[in-house]
């Protein structure tokens, strides 16, 4: 194959917020392939807070990404040469693989096909996959939220929290987020479901949840920590659950004080930190129940695509800061499905 191999690689260890600077692009051939091997095309790369993480020498949850390897991250892409039975040229497909055009797979085990009649492709890594999967463990499973309470997510219309959100809403809870923009706080009323919500940038949480759960929260799914989730822990009520998923806010370093935690004995609170990766033994039947609700219009979904793979930094930083309405997917090749 005559075609050039772009990838995206990590240059340098980002000191606070990760700049173009940290990434180089490098040109290499299309790969070969062996016997019992695929190479796929990839069409959509993912884009996630986690990889802010792991764009470090240390070793957090997961192990540092390498310096001027190509970024490893969650991919969908179409089989477009196979030496394994198991796929067949044209097959949809999503793992784990890498931001490059081509990825050559000796390792088959991990590849799933996408059903492409759930949805259009893209879906099987936001909502139908890893994002998605994330809020039902957080929301249903941990939080196990009850019809009449009072929930509160951040980062209300991302990847995750506008699952989360929708999540609660069909479970017949009064549900209050918030987002970083003014647009975002509409998107939040009119496209999913929330039933108040406000902007965090011009208006303190402390504030904003006074006014709009002045009887207190029964469950809040933290994204962000911080100032946020030290205004819900002045503000919860007996039994509350907070599912802690995220603290996109600490990412960059800092750290901030939380005053209120000593409120979690007096309440009696459940704060539970989880990771995906500890959730993983139902995820081939979650497709397939997430599809329903979709179909049912419980959930709403809105990937938020950037094209071109030159693109793909600018993507991940401009996420990071909040510029992303949704799941934030890089389109590099052609989607025949769209
Ligand atoms: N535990 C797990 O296994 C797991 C799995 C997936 C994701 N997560 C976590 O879940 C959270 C959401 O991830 P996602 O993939 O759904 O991303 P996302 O919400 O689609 O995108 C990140 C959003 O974070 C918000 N944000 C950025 N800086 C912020 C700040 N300083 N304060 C408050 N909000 C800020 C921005 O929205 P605004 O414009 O609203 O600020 C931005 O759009 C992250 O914390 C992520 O690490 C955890």
């Not at 016997?35 to 020498?57: A, F, K, W």
């Not at 039947?285 to 219009?297: D, F």
Request: aromatic residues 8%; glycine residues 10%; neutral net charge.
């Amino acid at each position: 194959m005559a075609l050039e191999n772009t990838q995206v690689c990590l240059a340098a260890y980002p000191r606070g917020a990760a700049t173009s600077d940290n990434f180089v692009l490098r040109q290499e051939p299309v790969p070969e392939i062996a016997s019992g091997e695929v190479l796929v095309r990839n069409i959509y790369l993912s884009c996630d807070p986690y990889m802010r993480g792991r764009m470090s020498g240390g070793v957090g949850y997961a192990a540092g990404f390498s310096l001027g390897e190509p970024i490893p991250a969650r991919v969908v892409g179409q089989i477009v040469q196979s030496r394994n039975p198991a796929f067949s040229e044209g097959d949809f497909v999503w793992d784990f693989l890498r931001w490059e055009n081509f990825t050559r797979l000796k390792d088959v085990r991990a590849l799933r096909k996408i059903d492409p009649t759930l949805g259009p492709i893209s879906h099987a890594i936001s909502v139908l996959g890893m994002p998605g999967r994330t809020a039902e463990v957080g929301m249903i499973d941990i939080a196990q939220v009850k019809a009449g309470e009072t929930v509160f997510v951040s980062a209300a219309t991302g990847a995750v929290g506008s699952v989360a959100g929708q999540l609660a809403k069909a479970a017949g809870a009064r549900v209050i987020g918030s987002a970083g923009t003014d647009d975002k706080v509409r998107h939040c009323l009119e496209n999913l479901r929330y039933d108040a919500v406000f902007n965090y940038r011009s208006e303190p949480p402390a504030r904003a949840l006074d006014r709009l759960c002045p009887e207190g929260i029964d469950v809040y799914f933290d994204n962000v920590g911080g100032e946020t989730l030290d205004a819900v822990l002045a503000r919860i009520k007996p039994f509350a659950r907070i599912p802690v998923c995220g603290m996109i806010s600490q990412y960059d370093g800092g750290g901030y004080p939380l005053r209120n935690a000593g409120n979690v004995v007096g309440k009696r609170a459940m704060m539970r930190g989880f990771i995906i990766y500890d959730h993983m033994q139902d995820f081939d039947t979650y497709p397939t129940r997430m599809a329903a609700r979709m179909r049912r219009g419980e959930v709403r979904y809105f990937d938020d695509i950037v094209d071109d793979i030159e693109n793909t930094p600018a993507a991940l930083i401009g996420m990071l800061r909040g510029d992303n309405v949704g799941k934030r997917l890089v389109r590099i090749s052609d989607d025949p499905t769209r």
